[in-house]
């Protein structure tokens, strides 16, 4: 498990897309260097979209924007848990990103700030990118006519969609995990393994249980820029966070489950093993009790001299083993 940090030598770092909207079309890309001297206006969109920025590009296009320093400097924080802050200006939401990579879980945070006029989408660690929905609603100029609230939504949908494929990912390893611990039970290996996966779920749990308490907020309280006619999108993302949590607990409960039932399997083999045990231990105590008395060596007794005293004693120890024999595996033990 791993959460990713932003590297600023990386080839895709610095400003992915900065487009202007006018009335839900698309209008020019606006340079870095514009950004300061372009008025943002409610009835338009500025959309920019940043990949693992470094901290001066990140301050210069808050500052360009007009941030608060306050915001600004919680926009340098690389987050590991969702948050939403109202700073009266605009809206910060920060929610972290899922990505199943060879079976294991990767993390990382996408910033969404909300503003009058424009939004900012600040990406760390997250390989996914937003070029997909951008496209889609810039298709529909008629969605992007809503504004950045109604962006927003939509970005925070697009998260959940890459939370049920990384869900369903998992799903398929935590069947196979099922699958060889009620094949050969838990062995070491196993053990930690599943240790491992059952820590991913619950740090998974962590990053999307608080992002529905976030959408149910911005559906039923007052936030700046969130308008109230964007607040039933918002709704229905949390539906869907909670859904993919359920999802996610039924996962981590499915490998308890599995975990209980190879130990169990394990534990009735072991029973199975220590029974066969002691029936075989109850059955040589015969041969060995007699010959222990016949070893003592004692000078009267009296079957020594008997001309039947052998036959007779392998046929009474040969007889007491078959009963016992009989009798443990009537029983199951043998």
């Given amino acids: 498990m791993s959460h990713k940090e932003p590297t600023p030598s990386s080839p895709q770092s610095g400003v992915v897309a900065s487009v202007a909207y006018v009335q839900g079309e698309r209008s020019h890309d606006v340079p870095l260097d514009e950004i300061k001297s372009y008025t943002c206006q409610p009835e338009n969109l ?4 940043l990949r693992n920025p470094d901290p001066e590009l990140l301050r210069q296009v808050a500052d360009d924007l007009g941030i608060r320093p306050k915001t600004r400097d919680e926009m340098l924080e690389v987050h590991r848990r969702p948050k939403i802050i109202d700073f009266g200006q605009c809206v910060l939401i920060v929610a972290i990103t899922v990505e199943v990579e060879h079976g294991r879980p990767s993390f990382g945070e996408t910033q969404i700030v909300i503003g009058r006029g424009f939004l900012v989408t600040v990406r760390r660690g997250a390989l996914a990118t937003h070029s997909g929905l951008r496209e889609r609603l810039e298709s ?6 809503r504004g950045s609230d109604y962006v927003a939504s939509e970005l925070l949908d697009l998260l959940i969609d890459r939370y049920v494929t990384a869900a369903t990912e998992l799903e398929s390893v935590v069947e196979g995990a099922e699958q060889k611990l009620m094949i050969r039970g838990a062995k070491d290996s196993d053990i930690r393994k599943l240790y491992r996966q059952r820590r991913d779920l619950l740090r998974i749990h962590t990053v999307i249980a608080p992002l529905a308490e976030i959408c149910r907020r911005l559906a ?6 969130v308008d109230v006619n964007a607040r039933p999108y918002f709704a229905v993302v949390a539906d869907r966070v909670l859904r993919v949590d359920e999802l996610i607990n039924g996962l981590r409960e499915a490998l308890a489950f599995a975990f209980e039932a190879s130990l169990m399997i394990a534990q009735t083999q072991q029973n199975d093993i220590t029974r066969r045990l002691a029936a075989w231990a109850a059955i ?8 222990g008395i016949y070893g003592m ?7 020594l001299k008997s001309h039947w005293g052998y036959p007779l004693t392998l046929s009474g120890i040969a007889t007491a083993c078959a009963v016992l024999y009989w009798r443990f595996r009537k029983s199951g033990w043998l």
């Fill in 46 to 49: 500025l959309w920019i979209g």
């Fill in 284 to 291: 040589l105590a015969v041969p060995t009790a007699v010959a």
């Fill in 140 to 145: 529909a100029p008629d969605l992007l006519r």
């Fill in 297 to 303: 060596n004692f000078e009267f007794m009296p079957e």
């Fill in 220 to 225: 039923t309280m007052d936030m700046s820029n």
